[in-house]
């Protein structure tokens, strides 16, 4: 069975960074295509950045274009969130996820496209 832990996750100023983490075990894919996934109380989730296996493909978000950085290292089926010039409305639960299959960018942008998720873990910026 497929799980992905989220780590990172804390309290920052605004401006600052964090680093999320997300490790995935319990199954092989030949490939996949990895996402992060943001939810604020009240709003919908919302999709953020996603890399496919080879980490050659990279979509994001306008609301994260140029302040966060996605990157995987496959050797440790491990995903990364880099987030600089933190804001506080970036504060929410941050998902990752994961579905089967090759990347395809309109298909990454979707939450119904990912087959697993981690359990999210809480960032939140103060101003």
């Known amino acids: 069975q497929v799980q992905l832990v989220e780590s990172g996750g804390g309290l920052v100023q605004a401006g600052g960074s964090l680093r999320l983490s997300c490790a995935a075990s319990g199954g092989t894919f030949s490939s996949y295509t990895m996402g992060w996934f943001r939810q604020a109380p009240g709003k919908e989730r919302e999709y953020l950045a996603g890399?496919?296996?080879?980490?050659?493909?990279?979509y994001y978000a306008d609301s994260v274009k140029g302040r966060f950085t996605i990157s995987r290292d496959n050797a440790k089926n491990t995903v990364y969130l880099q987030m600089n010039s933190l804001k506080p409305e970036d504060t929410a639960v941050y998902y990752c996820?994961?579905?089967?299959?090759?990347?395809?960018?309109?298909?990454?942008?979707?939450?119904?496209?990912?087959?697993?998720w981690g359990q999210g873990t809480q960032v939140t910026v103060s101003s």
């Open positions: 996820a994961l579905a089967r299959g090759r990347w395809i960018t309109a298909q990454a942008l979707r939450v119904r496209t990912y087959d697993y």
């Open positions: 890399i496919s296996w080879s980490g050659a493909s990279t």
